[in-house]
């Protein structure tokens, strides 16, 4: 038999930004055993609800990650919302959800661009963020800010988009489609990143079910899970079919992504063309005094968002499930047995959100 | 093109950032804002690196990585702290688990605000870490002449000492210290 | 309605002794475990365990006393050695068969179990 080698993986390491830290137990060239352990961006920040008033809160939890900022801001007013029994108008649900696809849209370009990165295709990095930056001038254009903007409040948004903005805001992506679809070809057809893909890391659907995984990485493997299936948001009123693959493996995976990527562009189309008028806030009276758990489907999967409210300005707790708390389980059991050279592969098929995590 | 005096070269670390400003350090080199052209490169590698950003207010469980990183960097080296907790801590500042800003952990030279930090600034960030970074090259050699001497003055004192508690007879005493000076 | 599903969910109160048996009828029935976690509401600790099943939504909610070990359910659904850990390092409370128990080395923090801070008010 031969030697048992420990080598640590992170926190400072070049496939994330983000530090994280694995102890990969191998056997040669070979992965025996991944020993996760974190820390590193814990900030505790769900312990600042005994400091900031309920309203205050949602800026703190749009900090948690600013990946999908606006979906953590627009999970804790679904959360405070549901507790204090607030109807949000349709118009700020249908704008919500722009908003949210938009996210959406940006964090797979990022996460593409880094898997690109990942295996060592510099150029299509580059491209992937390029195409990314429309997206972020539609935000800026719209809300003011890049990466977080805060625009999500409690009883609805702060800001309206317009008719010519809508308009504006359907013609960039229409325009987006060709370029994205040059660049996602290149991820599912080409020889060599499919040499890096496929057949890597097979997760099949009985073991993402048991190990309870969510997001992208479930439905790669098979299961039509999507929160957005529940009729949130605005996505009862717009036609929406998850997109499941079924090899399970990190082609599959980014599959599931590049689908997203198009199917975002014709959620935001529909809603769109479906926007409802009227007011785009609701005014928000009283203090929150029951508990109740909101959902949300953020790019990297299932979050939950847990309040409890005692009826005054200061919620008892609040607690922030994130996708990636989910998917490590997945990804320690995919890491065994793999080759050394394939890790980088695995951690970033789970698009994993350090900061998200740990919040 | 003599102003340009130098393309720096950055390395980039992620505190307890809500990875923010780290995607909009990278958009930086991406190719929208794409500082490369300038040779502006982003390296892993602390000993190849003028400028050190930091984004994200620091935790203890990250002091001693940033601690290691900057003192690995040769001189003149500057420091960005990027996006305000960073600066300061920011909207974390209260959180159990934060020390407070980088310059709790190293000294910073510039500090870019925003939350989250836009390229533009965090550009402008390093151009004025450029100036500071021509500030340190100017002083550099005072300051390393300044540390030798130090260095000196300490490594002397330590051998006086040495030589008071071993008690070396008078004459190698004398021949030691005129050595010594002639080394200088 | 699959419109109003967002709305829909139960929090069913049960007891340390019942948790295993609960859980693994969550198991048999075809749930799958979206979320375990640790609160102080009014001035006494509870567990939340949230299952989903086709987006349906179900809490169980565990009183606990502070010091009281609680059986792990690491042997029904593996994944909760996450939250078991975390809450263990977070909450300091102790859970009995952790699957993987990291021994308070998950989550490394300034302070010891900064949620429920025991030398400070002892």
Not at chain 1, 284 to 297: I, L, N
Request: glycine share 8%.
């Amino acid at each position: 038999m031969s030697k048992r080698t420990i080598i640590p993986f992170g926190p400072q390491h070049p496939v994330l930004p983000e530090p994280v830290h694995l102890d990969l137990v191998i056997e040669d060239e070979r992965v025996v055993e991944a020993i996760p352990s974190i820390g590193y961006i814990h900030r505790g920040l769900e312990k600042l609800v005994e400091k900031r008033e309920f309203t205050e809160m949602v800026y703190v939890i749009e900090r948690i990650c600013g990946i999908c900022s606006f979906g953590h801001g627009w999970g804790y007013c679904k959360s405070v919302e549901g507790n204090m029994g607030i109807v949000v108008p349709d118009r700020a649900e249908f704008l919500r959800t722009i908003w949210h696809e938009l996210s959406r849209m940006h964090s797979h370009l990022l996460w593409l661009g880094l898997l690109a990165d990942g295996f060592g295709f510099e150029s299509l990095f580059m491209h992937s963020w390029r195409l990314r930056e429309t997206v972020l001038d539609i935000f800026e254009k719209t809300t003011g800010g890049r990466v977080i903007f805060s625009v999500c409040k409690l009883g609805g948004v702060r800001k309206d988009i317009d008719a010519d903005g809508l308009k504006e805001i359907v013609k960039l992506l229409a325009g987006m489609k060709a370029e994205i679809k040059e660049l996602t070809d290149v991820f599912l057809e080409d020889y060599s990143v499919k040499n890096r893909l496929v057949g890597v890391g097979v997760l099949s659907r009985d073991e993402a079910a048991e190990l309870c995984t969510v997001g992208p990485m479930a439905r790669a493997s098979g299961l039509r899970q999507d929160i957005r299936l529940d009729g949130h948001g605005a996505y009862a009123k717009l036609a929406f079919e998850p997109a499941v693959e079924e090899d399970g493996d990190c082609h599959a995976r980014c599959k599931v992504r590049v689908r997203e990527l198009f199917q975002s562009i014709d959620l935001i189309t529909q809603c769109a063309e479906s926007m409802p008028d009227g007011e785009i806030s609701v005014p928000v009276k009283g203090s929150p005094s029951g508990e109740f758990v909101a959902r949300m489907e953020q790019p990297r999967g299932e979050a939950y968002y847990y309040s409890i409210g005692n009826g005054s300005k200061f919620l008892e707790r609040m607690r922030v499930r994130t996708p990636t708390n989910m998917n490590i389980p997945a990804m320690v059991k995919t890491l065994q047995g793999c080759d050394l050279a394939d890790v980088p592969m695995l951690i970033l098929t789970i698009d994993p959100c350090i900061s998200c995590t740990e919040r | 093109m003599s102003y340009i005096t130098k393309s720096p070269w950055v390395i980039h670390y992620d505190g307890s950032s809500c990875n923010g400003c780290d995607i909009e350090v990278l958009a930086c080199l991406t190719p929208m804002y794409d500082v490369e052209r300038f040779g502006i490169i982003n390296t892993g590698n602390p000993k190849h690196a003028d400028i050190f950003l930091v984004t994200g207010s620091v935790n203890e469980q990250n002091i001693p990585v940033i601690k290691q990183i900057y003192e690995q960097m040769p001189k003149p080296k500057v420091v960005v702290a990027i996006g305000i907790c960073a600066t300061s801590g920011g909207v974390f500042r209260e959180c159990y688990n934060i020390m407070g800003g980088v310059d709790t952990v190293i000294p910073v030279d510039v500090y870019v605000p925003g939350c989250a930090a836009r390229p533009e600034a965090i550009i402008d960030g390093v151009v004025k870490g450029l100036g500071v970074l021509a500030e340190k090259r100017a002083r550099l050699p005072q300051e390393l002449a300044e540390e030798r001497a130090q260095r000196l003055a300490v490594s002397e004192a330590d051998e006086a000492e040495a030589v008071i508690t071993v008690e070396i007879p008078g004459d190698a005493k004398a021949a030691a210290e005129k050595g010594d000076g002639q080394n200088v | 309605m699959s419109e109003e599903k967002h709305l829909m969910q139960e929090i069913i109160p049960i007891e340390v002794s019942e948790l295993l048996d609960r859980v693994q009828d969550m198991k048999e029935a075809g749930y799958r475990l979206g979320q375990l976690c640790a609160a102080k509401a009014g001035g006494q600790f509870h567990l939340l365990y949230s299952f989903d099943k086709d987006c349906a939504l179900t809490n169980l909610k565990l009183p606990v006393k502070d010091g009281e070990p609680i059986p792990s359910i690491t042997g029904v659904y593996w994944p909760a050695f996450i939250y078991e850990n975390e809450i263990q390092d977070l909450f300091g409370f102790q859970f009995k068969h952790l699957a993987l128990n990291y021994n308070g080395k998950f989550f490394k923090v300034a302070e010891p179990t900064p949620w429920n801070p025991k030398q400070k008010e002892g």
